[in-house]
């Protein structure tokens, strides 16, 4: 499905897990690239003292760290080699974020990007790249380590980018994983300000409506053998996870489209709220010629 991946590795057990993931989903076919951008703001920290002696033992202090993750990163790559893909490395020094978002612009089609278990440590980092990037993403959480595509649940928001999602990405689960997929509608109950006290303010029959957007998703997403479902309520991105893990998925799947810079840098509140709130990995579309 994907046949050039980069994962940015930062040796947390959540970046490790991202790299099996990746290489689980190559299954031996494909380039798999492992990044590991050693943060220039360790050096630039050099720049604060003013004692000689300790700036140089401070320099070598570094050095010892630059040299440590370099010999780290050869670590993962050979346990990579070792389970039958040779991996590329790529060692650099700058802006982690920045420097995995130039570097995903070489021809990949996909990024796995390793989350921590407590929502709280969401690196700034992760996000940045998550948000920077132009191609599919794949979020990974360290809580749910093991990939599956065997229950996936699609978003459906009945754009152009969330129908390319669907006819690129869900035709290749149903034939190489055989996945059991739900195509799924949230019905948001607008506008917000109304709703006050346990009342909902809201124009026609909710049933009859969520009927009609049934009838939609089926037309405009057609495949045989998938569910199709629609539900209610305030907000979108609580609705989706609530519903993924309630009822057992393995992964959920989100179609984003690219927009203004603003936009981008803000990646879409439901795409976001979904990335954080979810326990499960979420696979991020972003149309591409490559995919």
Known sequence: MFKKILVPVDFSPASKIAVDCARKLLNGKGQLTLIHVFPSKIRETLTFYDIPGKVRELEVRVEELRSKAQQELA???????ERGIQPKIIF?????????IQESMHGYDLVVVGIPEKKAQIASTALNIIKGIRICCLVVKEAKSRLSFER???????SDVSKSAYSELITKMLKVYKSDVTVFNVFELHPLPYLEQGMTWMVGDIEEIKK???GRLVAEYPMKGVTYIVVEGADAGIEIVDFAERNKYN?????HEER???ERAFLGSVTTKVVKLSKLPVLIYRKSKTV
Do not use: H, M
């Open 260 to 262: 203004e810079w603003v």
């Open 212 to 214: 009609n957007l049934q």
């Open 152 to 158: 996936v649940l699609f978003t459906a928001d009945f």
């Open 75 to 81: 670590k993962i790559a050979q346990s990579v080699e």
């Open 92 to 100: 650099k020094e700058g802006d982690p974020a920045s420097a995995v």
């Open 251 to 255: 992964i959920i799947v989100v179609a």
